[in-house]
C-alpha cells in the first residue's frame, strides 16, 4: 500500500511541476489540459508495467531483463514523444527545450521505477 502511496505522489508531484513550468515559461496551454495530457501519455508506461510484471512472473535471468528493458524504452519513448509534441508546440520556439527536458525526466523516473521493481520473496 504504501509503493502506491509513493508512486501516486511522485505522478500527481511530476505532473503539477511540469504543468506550473509550462505556464511560467508563457505556455498557452491551460493548467487541466497539461495534466489531462501527462495523465493521458502515462498509458504506454502503464501497459509495460503490466507485461514487465508477467515477464518477471515467468522468471528473472538476462533474457527477462532484456525484454523489460525494450519494452519499458520503447514505451517512455511513446510516452515522451506524445506529450512533447502536444507541449512543445503551445511554447515560443526559444523555450521549448525548457519544457521538453522536465517532461523527459518526469517518464524516466516512472520508467526507471518500472524496470527495477522486483518482486519481494
Given at each position: 500500500?504504501?509503493?502506491?502511496?509513493?508512486?501516486?505522489?511522485?505522478?500527481?508531484?511530476?505532473?503539477?511541476?511540469?504543468?506550473?513550468n509550462s505556464k511560467l515559461l508563457g505556455g498557452t496551454?491551460?493548467?487541466?489540459?497539461?495534466?489531462?495530457?501527462?495523465?493521458?501519455?502515462?498509458?504506454?508506461?502503464?501497459?509495460?508495467?503490466?507485461?514487465?510484471?508477467?515477464?518477471?512472473?515467468?522468471?528473472?535471468?538476462?533474457?527477462?531483463?532484456?525484454?523489460?528493458?525494450?519494452v519499458v524504452t520503447a514505451s517512455f519513448g511513446w510516452?515522451?514523444?506524445?506529450?512533447?509534441?502536444?507541449?512543445?508546440?503551445?511554447?515560443?520556439?526559444?523555450?521549448?527545450?525548457?519544457?521538453?527536458?522536465?517532461?523527459?525526466?518526469?517518464?524516466?523516473?516512472?520508467?526507471?521505477?518500472?524496470?527495477?521493481?522486483?518482486?519481494?520473496?
Amino acid at each position: 500500500m504504501c509503493l502506491l502511496f509513493q508512486v501516486f505522489v511522485i505522478i500527481w508531484f511530476g505532473s503539477i511541476v511540469i504543468t506550473l513550468n509550462s505556464k511560467l515559461l508563457g505556455g498557452t496551454i491551460s493548467f487541466f489540459q497539461s495534466l489531462c495530457v501527462l495523465g493521458y501519455c502515462i498509458m504506454p508506461l502503464t501497459m509495460a508495467l503490466v507485461v514487465c510484471r508477467i515477464v518477471l512472473l515467468s522468471g528473472s535471468g538476462t533474457v527477462s531483463f532484456a525484454v523489460r528493458l525494450t519494452v519499458v524504452t520503447a514505451s517512455f519513448g511513446w510516452s515522451t514523444f506524445a506529450s512533447t509534441a502536444f507541449l512543445a508546440d503551445s511554447q515560443l520556439s526559444n523555450r521549448k527545450a525548457l519544457v521538453i527536458y522536465p517532461v523527459f525526466l518526469f517518464y524516466f523516473v516512472i520508467g526507471w521505477m518500472i524496470l527495477t521493481f522486483s518482486p519481494g520473496k
